[in-house]
């Protein structure tokens, strides 16, 4: 029995592929820091499952195709907050940052076009894109650069007649790297000349460290008939298993071709956007609380990695994530040193290899992504095990 | 800003689009019986709210890709309850049916393949094979076969080279037609012959009537290599609303195709997957008890429908829908009549046209659809309108 062509070409999680090793060391006795996965270990606001409890329909029926009446106020009302101004029927809720992203692909893109995504990005672009037909072109970035991408020549130099949109996960993962306002307007001026979509999966939107004012690409309405803003509840209030996203646009035919395919497949968890409707009325001091404890999380991780001779990196503005550059030819070979030969006091640690965050062949093979979702203790001892743990990787090199 | 070629080929849901009139009939007073929608009034089993309401873990973590394990392991407890055998990494816990549908097409189908799907069909069926790049060829059945297909020559006289699957929707939708255990053999036999995978849609499998047997394509191991079996929670613990359904195979190629999809959509709603758990932990005779419920308003539609001169309709056997034929040339025509000029004592009915069902162009525009989802004495009372509501449009016709 023959799969099609599309599945063939995508890929196994590459963030999962060392797990096994993971799940070995520790059958074997040994505490393993997860500085690999994106679940953070903060608690979910209580009034999230409050909400769920207090339902008390007899039956859980089908919620209308576009989300539930509740939560699209909610969430227009969490943009208003932030002085942008949407309505209901702009506000499309999706099955995770993740259904929001598959349907948009699917609704802008034909057979073989192209979407531009700066590299090292999240991984799943490549399989929702492929979804659709469509390419990922990548806007290569660097670690010596904090993995900028914002200049007009190099984004214009990937563009080619079957360009269809720019995706830009701000702040990004795996970088953390933040675009200020004018660089999105800069990105928007080129979107316009070339006639593009902007994708701004913006689902670290409160994350910004330093004194960074939150910024959206939803703050520049003169473009607003090509941005396509997605959005989710699984991080902004650590509620990743609520399934809850959505696609927020101000252009009523792509709305319209979005609720063709959100009606064939009927509603978005009822009960999830209960829960989700309630957490969108939270106070912004609880976005203050929360990013509070990821900047301090992200000191001691910064911190840490700079008292380790060869590694380069720059302090990451936002997310919770950080790439950084390790003295080693093959972080790979080294993750695997750390899993199955090395430990510390029985400790040792897990990050994700870069190479998988990549689309261009052979790079970031030296890069590695932590993210900074456990606490400070942890991070910071975890970091620590990576600097005790290249001594060792490059003691047994001869090195 | 242009959109895809896929989702312009896409269309709005054909069910939902005489809401507008039916919303208007309701403002203006009068009491419609929906008839047309395939939302059950059947409360839901208490241990969903129940399971859900005793959650207590802080963080709603993402669930594993394939489902959590309490989930898998039900399901087939499920199946052996009926002696089938399959293990948990057969089983795929998607976001309803509906992605289960949606995963599989985009599993096995390339650019330009067809899936054959016996019409009248589950409209949705069209919007998932085109997101795939598929295309639906129809296998035609006649009201007056009681809409039948398991005819060797008819269903390979669909078959071309572009051919990978037939789909059986069973029971069905719109039609509760049944297929017999031979019938489904039959099927596979015709599958194998043509190397075509069978995507057996079964959420309506406990829901067949007058004695027959449930049935299912996983009661024939021999053809287990090439069987997708769809379900969902929605139909069977009328809990539509909370997205919970499964593709479940036993080819190994096929299960890494679609966790490769899986892992890239991340998981489906960690609540929404405990609250199902406990549904398919519920005693058997809870199937008996909701079959005997749809049971009796099956046969109270028909009973009223049969009083009807000029009705064809061969009593369905399973699900909770029918469709027949109606002694008027345009169904859509007497639906807007009914709507929007009829009541009697102030009530009225709205029924889904069937043509939507149809891939043909031009059939089905003398069918419709009812879905029988209301207590008895609201059905009856909805099918005695339609019957009331026939007489007085001949009479306008001059009939």
Same mark, same amino acid.
Request: glycine share 8%; proline share 6%.
């Given at each position: 029995m023959k799969l099609s062509k599309k599945v063939e070409s995508m890929q196994f999680s590459p963030i999962r592929r060392f797990n096994p090793f993971g799940f070995k060391a520790e059958a074997d @006795?040994? /505490?393993?820091y997860h500085l690999n996965i994106g679940q953070? $270990?903060?608690?979910?606001?209580?009034?999230?499952?409050?909400?769920?409890?207090? !339902?008390? /329909?007899?039956? *859980?029926? !089908?919620?209308?195709? =576009? @989300? *539930? #009446?509740?939560?699209?106020d909610a969430v227009c009302d969490y943009?208003? =907050?932030? #002085?942008?101004?949407?309505?209901?029927? $702009?506000?499309?809720?999706? +099955? =995770? @940052?993740?259904?929001a992203l598959n349907m948009t692909f699917l609704t802008i893109l034909n057979e073989g076009e192209e979407v531009l995504i700066p590299e090292p990005f999240y991984t799943n672009y490549h399989t929702f894109a492929t979804a659709a037909g469509g390419?990922?072109?990548? *806007? +290569?970035?660097k670690t010596e650069d904090g993995y900028h991408y914002a200049d007009k020549d190099q984004i214009?130099?990937? *563009? +080619?007649? /079957?360009?269809?949109?720019?995706?830009?996960l701000n702040p990004g993962n795996p970088t953390g790297t933040v675009l200020t306002l004018d660089e999105m307007k800069l990105i928007c001026e080129i979107a316009k000349k070339h006639d593009l979509w902007i994708i701004a999966d913006e689902v670290y939107r409160e994350f910004v460290y330093d004194g960074r004012e939150m910024a959206s690409f939803g703050m520049l309405p003169e473009y607003s008939d090509r941005v396509i803003i997605i959005d989710s509840v699984s991080k902004r209030y650590s509620a990743c298993g609520a399934r809850i996203g959505f696609a927020i646009c101000k252009n009523k035919e792509f709305n319209s071709g979005m609720m063709k395919i959100a009606q064939g497949r009927l509603c978005v968890s009822t009960i999830d956007q209960v829960g989700a409707a309630a957490l969108f009325r939270m106070p912004k001091s609880y976005y203050d609380e929360v990013k509070a404890e990821y900047c301090g999380r992200r000191d001691v991780v910064y911190e840490e990695l700079m008292k380790i001779p060869g590694v380069v990196c720059q302090k990451p503005g936002g997310a919770f994530y950080l790439t950084a550059k390790l003295p080693v030819d093959d972080v790979e070979d080294f993750l695997m040193f750390l899993l199955t030969e090395f430990d510390d006091? @029985?400790? +040792?640690v897990m990050f994700a290899p870069a190479a998988g965050f990549y689309a261009t062949p052979g790079l970031g093979k030296n890069e590695m992504r932590i993210a900074y979702v456990l606490n400070q203790k942890d991070m910071k001892r975890g970091t620590e095990l990576i600097k005790l743990g290249l001594e060792a990787y490059n003691k047994k090199l001869g090195k």
């Open positions: @006795g040994k /505490k393993v953070p $270990d903060v608690e979910t606001p209580e009034c999230f499952m409050d909400a769920i409890r207090a !339902y008390d /329909k007899k039956v *859980i029926a !089908y919620a209308e195709s =576009g @989300g *539930i #009446n509740d939560l699209r943009f208003k =907050g932030y #002085n942008m101004d949407f309505a209901p029927e $702009d506000i499309m809720v999706t +099955t =995770g @940052g993740s259904e390419k990922v072109v990548p *806007i +290569t970035t214009e130099s990937c *563009i +080619t007649p /079957k360009t269809r949109a720019i995706c830009c006091h @029985g400790e +040792t």
